[in-house]
């Protein structure tokens, strides 16, 4: 086992590691989306016609009432309601069965939390760390620590400029001594679906070797509980640098 994913496991094990991470990734209040009268009037009206119109009326606002995978092709080609009479029984069954009452609960659901977590860190290094704000800027400086703050197809950018030739965005670009680091940044509450494959990324770049710049997964969440799945087990023999966002400092500081 490597240094940094030892010292991770034995970080999250001394206990408070949730208290401490809250100061990464603070859980925000629960605010409901909004749906305006006229949004409201329009669904409820909608209820009385048939599957197709009722589906329409759905389509035309941002989020729908529960995840279905073919509603983002009918939001594109909402022509094709027309033409895909099974698919429209099929949700608008959905639809009826939820009642007004449960779709209008759906569509006012709050955003989830995890969604949120990428901004959460990018928001924290900004208030920990030095950041520049231009490639020059970020090459000719020459503090401990500095951060690249730009977009994420800025970042690859960059990343590549310096030979690395990734395809991927990376989720920050530190230099410390005039070494440059990519990362990968992601909290992980659950196994399975988007969440493994957000640690499949982080892996995956944290596995790669550039001769101009230092990989690292930064990691947090279930993964460091020991023998909990997957993710731990993996990590457990996991070569690379991978490491909790509260070691982060520590681990930049010793490069």
């Known amino acids: 086992m490597v240094t940094w994913v030892e010292k991770s496991f034995s970080f999250v094990k001394q206990g408070g590691y949730l208290d401490k991470l809250a100061e990464i990734y603070p859980a925000p209040p629960l605010t409901p989306r909004s749906l305006n009268k006229s949004e409201y009037d329009k669904i409820k009206e909608a209820f009385k016609k048939d599957d197709f119109n009722l589906l329409k009326a759905l389509l035309e606002i941002k989020k729908f009432p529960f995840n279905d995978p073919y509603i983002g092709f009918l939001r594109i080609m909402p022509e094709e309601i027309n033409n895909n009479p099974l698919t429209v029984k099929r949700i608008a069954v959905r639809l009826r069965e939820m009642g007004l009452n449960g779709v209008v609960a759906g569509l006012v659901e709050p955003k989830q939390f995890n969604r949120q977590m990428g901004a959460m860190f990018s928001k924290w290094i900004k208030t920990k760390y030095v950041c520049a704000h231009a490639p020059e800027e970020f090459i000719k400086r020459s503090e401990d ?19 690395c030739g990734i395809q991927k965005q990376p989720d920050f670009i530190a230099k410390t001594k005039g070494r440059y680091i990519l990362g990968e940044a992601k909290f992980l509450g659950t196994e399975g679906g988007n969440q ?60």
């Open 196 to 255: 493994n494959r957000a640690f499949e990324d982080a892996i995956k770049l944290a596995s790669s070797s550039f001769k101009n710049a230092v990989t690292v997964a930064v990691i947090d969440g279930i993964a460091w509980i020991p023998d909990s799945g997957q993710m731990s087990k993996r990590l457990g023999n996991f070569s690379g640098n991978a490491l909790t966002a509260l070691l982060l400092d520590e681990f930049l500081n010793s490069l």
């Open 145 to 163: 620590i500095l951060f690249f703050d730009v977009s994420g197809e800025k970042l690859r950018l960059f990343a590549n400029e310096q030979g």
